[in-house]
């Protein structure tokens, strides 16, 4: 007797990659596939990711009626962070994830001797000597 929660492997089909130009357009098409088996949907993400879409689901609608950043975070209980996350994924229409944006937005660090503004506080007592200004402990 077959169970009715498992899905017949003739259900799905996902499209060939050889037949797609590219591997994001292979993933675009299978996702598409998958979003019209509800069931096979629910059998492969997990709870957390369950989660993590409705709370976004949440702080989109939240966002669109008009209510506050902190009043979203209070009533559902995610940071400000989330909440500009999603803010900036409506604005841009595509969500990414922290990983993604800091591939490409994080700013670099600059390690330089040359501190432009920034004066360097120097310890112990100034020497002076044939080689310059060495700073001698007290």
């Known amino acids: 007797?077959?169970?009715?929660?498992?899905?017949?492997?003739?259900q799905i089909i996902l499209p060939?990659?050889?037949?797609?130009?590219?591997r994001k357009e292979?993933?675009?098409?299978?996702?598409?596939?998958?979003l019209e088996h509800k069931k096979l949907?629910?059998?492969?993400?997990?709870?957390?990711?369950q989660r993590d879409i409705v709370m976004r689901a949440a702080i989109m609608e939240g966002l669109?009626?008009?209510?506050?950043q902190r009043e979203l975070g209070r009533e559902l209980f995610v940071s400000l962070?989330?909440?500009?996350?999603v803010k900036k994924a409506m604005a841009e229409n595509n969500y990414r994830s922290y990983l993604e944006r800091s591939k490409k937005e994080r700013k670099k660090r600059k390690y330089s001797s040359s501190s432009?503004?920034?004066?360097?506080?120097?310890?112990?007592?100034?020497?002076?000597t044939k080689y310059g200004i060495v700073h001698m402990p007290y």
């Open 1 to 10: 007797m077959e169970d009715k929660n498992i899905i017949d492997k003739k």
């Open 16 to 22: 060939l990659l050889k037949d797609c130009s590219s």
């Open 26 to 34: 292979w993933e675009e098409k299978s996702w598409h596939k998958i």
């Open 41 to 49: 949907l629910q059998l492969i993400i997990t709870s957390h990711e």
């Open 64 to 68: 669109t009626s008009g209510k506050g």
């Open 81 to 85: 962070q989330t909440i500009n996350v």
């Open 116 to 128: 432009l503004g920034t004066k360097i506080k120097r310890r112990g007592r100034p020497v002076r």
